[in-house]
């Protein structure tokens, strides 16, 4: 079955280390999407790609850092400068259209602090 | 840049009535308005969505309107039943390939 599959699950940042969140689909969508979610909040995006090897930043970038090397993977890394990094990751995909397209969503990462 | 504002932010309604989510958005170029249903620990799914040369569309006991106009849209779901409860967020897009989001609506349904 098509869809996106984020991983870790779960996942514990200590203080001062970098960490990544894995996320990839087999949608053959061109574009890719990295939200951020907090209780009561709506969804913030933080980068997204149109296409492979080229990236943008979001509404709330600083503290994150992305690649994208191939269509399928889209890999977000949380670093040592995300000073409340605590929530809930959420990355999407879409298939890129000039008449809006539905963002397919993968079942998230919940990033804590120890 | 484009706003949605999402009302309410929780609604409780009894089993079998009627559910109604309203949004509205700040951008007159927006042209897409997706619905997505979020349940605890999971994603977004998309639901139901309307494009702006339609006023309204209807999936079994879901609909959505769109008021151009007035630059608001609605979620209606009828005969609510126990697996409704979820978080709903509206969206709209310009067609640029973002999104951009509504803070949600906590829905509980009553036995």
């Known amino acids: 079955d098509g869809g996106i599959t984020q991983s870790p699950k779960y996942l514990f940042r200590k203080e001062g280390q970098n960490v990544t969140l894995s996320c990839e689909q087999n949608?053959?969508?061109?574009?890719m999407y990295w939200y951020r979610q907090d209780p009561g909040q709506g969804l913030r995006l933080i980068y997204y790609?149109?296409?492979?090897?080229?990236?943008q930043k979001g509404d709330i970038a600083e503290g994150y850092s992305v690649s994208r090397e191939k269509k399928e993977s889209f890999p977000l890394t949380v670093t040592s400068a995300q000073k409340n990094p605590t929530a809930f990751y959420l990355c999407?995909?879409?298939?890129?259209?000039?008449?809006?397209?539905?963002?397919?969503f993968g079942d998230g990462t919940r990033l804590s602090i120890l | 840049g484009e706003n949605v504002e999402q009302h309410p932010s929780t609604l409780s309604v009894q089993e079998g009535d009627s559910a109604v989510i309203k949004c509205t958005y700040s951008d007159s170029a927006s042209n897409y308005f997706p619905w997505y249903k979020q349940e605890l620990g999971k994603g977004p799914q998309l639901i139901i969505d309307i494009r702006s040369n339609v006023g309204e569309k209807k999936d079994q006991r879901i609909a959505v309107t769109l008021n151009k106009t007035a630059k608001h849209f609605s979620l209606h779901i009828t005969e609510t039943q126990p697996e409704d409860s979820a978080v709903y967020f509206c969206?709209?897009?310009?067609?640029?390939?973002?999104?951009?989001f509504g803070k949600g609506t906590r829905l509980h349904i009553l036995p």
């Open positions: 790609s149109q296409i492979v090897n080229d990236f």
């Open positions: 969206a709209a897009s310009r067609g640029d390939d973002k999104i951009i």
């Open positions: 949608l053959n969508h061109d574009a």
């Open positions: 999407a995909s879409t298939a890129t259209g000039a008449t809006g397209q539905p963002q397919h």
